[in-house]
């Protein structure tokens, strides 16, 4: 088959994925503790009866699956409710947030790919001497190191020590800079060894000894003929990662009191703001159902083999 | 002549020899740290000077010295003898949720790679997307529903990582069935059930537990991390992440109250991961990546 | 079968070991060789006699745990043992062109068929991409590819082991070498195949009247195709001669079982002749004549001494003690 027929098909087993993550994830939200109405109402004295009343204006005496065709119905008009504590729209405190997030994801993904890629580059290409050992063991390390505590190591020295750089709140990029790091590191660790394994591997195949049979030079073989078959999981694991840096993204950014919607998630969950949360959780869901089927289109594009159905060959 | 010498030295440093000793001696240094740890945390009572939540108002955050190894915190509370109590928890969680999460995956994974086809196909999309979505945002909604402290955590974090468990086990148990003596066994009219843990189950063994040796550290860093947001250990117990958590208002004040429960996070997590390194090319080197 | 002029390849005493753990195994120990313009040489022997090693050093595409210990390999003049990385690529491809045992593999699986050929005459001859295309699709045409302007955009995966051989033989013939080396190129294909790439070869062979080194374990394949012959034994060289010479006289008792394994299968014989026991291990080869346990008409000085090269006849060389002894 084709790569568009591939592409095609791709998104559309991603529609349905949607749709089923949105009903496990109304049904963990419908279980969550505490009593929607008696914190709208936040300690108000108000008779039984008004909070039936209540009850049933806000929709919340139905059965289930008619409470979540209602929501359903409100997130697809992009009203995500409104957050309890605050009284704003939930929609407009996500997209407050969320280029701030963004941001971050950005450039730590940036710097861990770059540093990833070109450390594992580099010890597979120095493979079994001091380097690369030095080099692998300090990657071990980095993905031992809990990034929230990285983090606050980082503040230390940098904030308090040297004075370099912002440790709390957003005053402009360079505020990023070392939340960037805390979530970069243990990330990069892992994509310099994927990188050093794939390229490895890759070098020691057939195909290579036919390249430089050809009497192309060490440029053209690594970069056009080893680099292009062992990158591909590289890419795809990027794609792949970026919902999981979102989870790194919470911790960091309340440790860096950044105004992002990991942080905004935190403070939700410890508020019992609930429908903030339920937000949250469905772009965060959203982000990865549209990720992960990228990664997937990404390998066909990347990787001809993939296209074909099981059991290919003309 | 100099094409001769610039041989030698190159195979000098890329033998086979020089790559299995490194990798030895990483793995001897991981043993070397865990067993430290493990050390610490059985003699805790003993080595402790003080309990971990006695509390002394005079002795607030005072720095490392020779009656407060590792200084005290904002309790007065003595760091040292919290962090040697921390390690008990550190590894008693990290084998709990290696414990679950294989309980959990191993059986799934049997399954889905013996019977094959839609159930097989079921469990695999249900492991795939748990796997795919952000494993701290499920922990801590699943935190949430179920209230702070340490055992939900525990509880939480072997729920969304089971998936590895599974991919792995149901992976060896393809390889494994199509070998010639399950087909022997299934002639001569042995259950499927028994042939599972007879035959598929003690050869996915070794692979299994190079897997758990490497997916403690994950454990242990979640585990941390939800306490260091606040939802899993409860104060005063001295798990590292809640001590972070605590630590981290005074980090310019105090900055031992953080550093040495991170440090030794690290170096636990490290130690698991050089070892299940080491085992795992002993072991089983096609697991790499898993 | 008559010798033109000089020698278009000419191997001197190579020596050359791989690092183990165990130690450094001689794969290659003492070979001298020389190939002439024009004809088919067969480099003849069992599996893991060193034929390969041999080949493999011509082009210098050796693995990395290859240690070359003495020796020359000279070519047109030049020793390429010796030549420097970027003189080897001018080479590689363009005057000595190298065909793999395994089709399935030496194929990049992310390129196209058109863009890897087409790598060649680009990369050569400086063409721009347009024309290089253009000359891969002429060549895999000349191969014998069908559709050879559509099947240029294909990637590998979806050729046939045959196809995939016959797109490196296009590959590797674009630039006209002078020295085509095929590395056992029929081994992993199916029988009805092997015979078409064997033709084909010939055809190019006549065509560009380019010299062949054909490395096979296979004395059917050496009859059909072979000019002269080279037998290889443990990592040496234990008879030359024309191929006509070598299955009337050979000189080698090795040989000679060689030739009988084949011969007495034509012959449908009720037994199959073997030769018996294996091949040594080339970390601690057997002392004196490296044939000698398994050979038949050993004698003490096969224990003691190694036998060097004597030219028996015009053109027909031989390492054994007991050659004339040999019936």
Redesign the interface.
């Known amino acids: 088959m084709g790569l568009l027929t591939y592409v095609a098909k791709k998104l559309l087993i991603g529609i349905p994925v949607i749709f089923g993550v949105t009903i496990i994830l109304f049904y963990i939200m419908y279980m969550l503790p505490g009593d929607p109405i008696k914190l709208l109402l936040a300690g108000e004295r108000v008779t039984p009866a008004k909070i039936e009343e209540l009850r049933r204006a806000w929709g919340l005496d139905q059965p289930i699956y008619i409470q979540y065709f209602y929501w359903l119905s409100h997130v697809i008009r992009g009203d995500l409710g409104v957050s309890i504590v605050t009284k704003e729209q939930v929609s407009s405190l996500i997209s407050q947030r969320l280029p701030y997030t963004m941001m971050l994801m950005l450039i730590s993904t940036l710097l861990s790919y770059s540093i990833g890629v070109t450390t594992g580059l580099l010890t597979a290409l120095k493979r079994g001497t001091l380097v690369d050992s030095v080099i692998s063991v300090a990657g071990v390390a980095s993905y031992s190191i809990p990034g929230f505590w990285f983090g606050l190591m980082l503040m230390l020295v940098f904030g308090y020590y040297l004075k370099l750089l912002p440790i709390s709140g957003y005053e402009g990029l360079h505020s990023l800079i070392l939340p960037a790091l805390s979530l970069a590191l243990p990330s990069s660790a892992y994509v310099m060894r994927l990188t050093r394994a794939e390229m490895i591997e890759v070098l020691n195949e057939d195909y290579i000894r036919t390249a430089w049979a050809k009497g192309l030079n060490k440029k053209r073989v690594l970069l056009v003929h080893a680099l292009r078959n062992a990158m591909i999981p590289v890419v795809v694991m990027f794609f792949l990662d970026v919902p999981w840096l979102i989870g790194g993204a919470v911790v960091i950014e309340t440790l860096f009191a950044l105004p992002g919607m990991g942080r905004l998630l935190y403070v939700s969950i410890i508020r019992q703001d609930y429908a903030v949360v339920q937000g949250i959780v469905l772009i965060i869901t959203v982000l990865t159902v549209v990720f992960n089927t990228l990664g997937d289109i990404v390998v066909a594009v990347l990787d001809p083999r993939v296209r074909i159905e099981k059991g290919g060959g003309s | 002549m100099t094409l001769l010498i610039r041989e030698k030295i190159k195979s000098l440093s890329s033998s086979e020899e020089f790559m299995l000793f490194l990798k030895h001696k990483r793995g001897l240094a991981g043993l070397i740290i865990l067993s430290f740890m493990l050390f610490i945390a059985l003699t805790a009572d003993f080595i402790a000077p003080k309990k971990f939540d006695e509390v002394d108002p005079s002795s607030r955050l005072l720095p490392p010295s020779t009656t407060n190894v590792f200084g005290t915190d904002h309790l007065g509370r003595d760091v040292f003898s919290r962090i040697v109590y921390g390690a008990r928890i550190a590894l008693w969680v990290g084998l709990l949720v290696v414990l679950i999460e294989a309980g959990i995956g191993v059986p799934l994974g049997l399954i889905a790679g013996y019977y094959g086809g839609s159930i097989d196909k079921l469990i695999s999309a249900i492991t795939d997307m748990l796997w795919a979505f952000p494993p701290i945002i499920l922990a801590l909604a699943i935190v949430t529903i179920l209230g702070p402290g340490l055992t939900n955590v525990v509880v939480a974090v072997s729920i969304v990582s089971w998936a590895p468990y599974t991919r792995i086990v149901r992976a060896k148990t393809q390889s494994i069935i199509s070998r010639e003596f399950i087909t022997a066994a299934r002639a001569v009219g042995e259950s499927s059930l028994s042939i599972m843990f007879r035959y598929v189950l003690p050869n996915t063994l070794a692979s299994v537990i190079v897997l758990a040796t490497l997916t403690i550290p994950s454990a242990i860093l979640y585990t941390t991390a939800l306490s260091f947001l606040g939802f899993g250990a409860q104060p005063p117990t001295p798990d590292w992440g809640a001590m972070l958590n605590e630590g981290k208002d005074y980090i310019f004040k105090a900055p031992w109250c953080s550093v040495f429960p991170g440090l030794f996070i690290t170096l636990t997590a490290l130690s698991f991961n050089l070892l299940g390194d080491a085992l795992r090319d002993v072991l089983d080197p096609k697991l790499r990546l898993g | 079968m008559t010798r033109v002029s000089e020698a278009l390849l000419e191997v001197r005493d190579l020596h050359i070991c791989y ?3 165990r130690g450094c195994v001689r794969a290659v120990d003492g070979v001298s060789l020389a190939i002439y313009e024009g004809e088919t040489f067969c480099l003849v022997g069992e599996t893991g006699c060193g034929k390969s090693t041999l080949a493999l050093a011509i ?1 210098r ?1 050796l693995p ?2 290859a ?3 003495r020796g020359n390999i000279l070519f047109k003049g030049i020793d390429l ?2 030549a420097s ?2 003189e ?7 005057e000595i ?2 065909i ?1 045992q ?1 089709p399935m ?7 196209t068929i058109g863009f890897q050929v087409a ?2 005459p680009l ?2 001859f400086r063409m721009s991409w347009k024309e290089a295309l253009v000359a891969a699709v002429k060549q895999l045409g000349k191969v014998g590819i069908p559709d050879p302007d559509l099947r240029s955009k294909d ?1 590998p ?4 082991g045959g196809m995939k051989q016959r797109s ?1 033989i296009a ?2 013939t674009t630039c006209k070498p002078s020295l085509l080396i095929a590395d056992e190129p029929t081994t992993a294909l199916d029988v009805t195949i092997q015979a078409q790439i064997l033709k084909l070869l010939y055809e190019l062979k006549s065509e560009y009247g380019l010299t062949l080194l054909l490395i096979t374990h296979n004395f059917g394949i050496v009859a059909e195709v072979c000019d002269r012959v080279g037998v290889m034994y443990a990592g040496k060289i234990v008879e030359v001669a024309d191929v006509r010479e070598i299955f009337e006289n050979p000189q080698h008792p090795y040989t000679k079982g060689l030739i009988e394994c084949v011969v007495a299968r034509r012959k449908s014989k009720t037994r199959l002749n073997q030769i018996p026991g294996t091949p040594p291990s080339l970390l601690n080869p057997p002392s004196g004549c490296r044939f000698h346990p398994r050979c038949p008409y050993t004698t003490r000085k096969c224990l003691r001494e190694e036998p060097q090269i004597i030219e028996v006849r015009e053109g027909h060389l031989v390492a054994c003690h007991n050659y004339d002894r040999i019936r």
């Open positions: 690092e183990t753990s082009p595409l990395p745990n240690r070359l210990l043992l010796r990385e970027s080897l690529q001018k080479i590689r491809g363009r062109a190298m793999f395994n593999t030496s194929l990049n699986p992310v390129h790598e060649v990369i050569h990637y995966h979806t050729f046939s490196m590959m590797m």
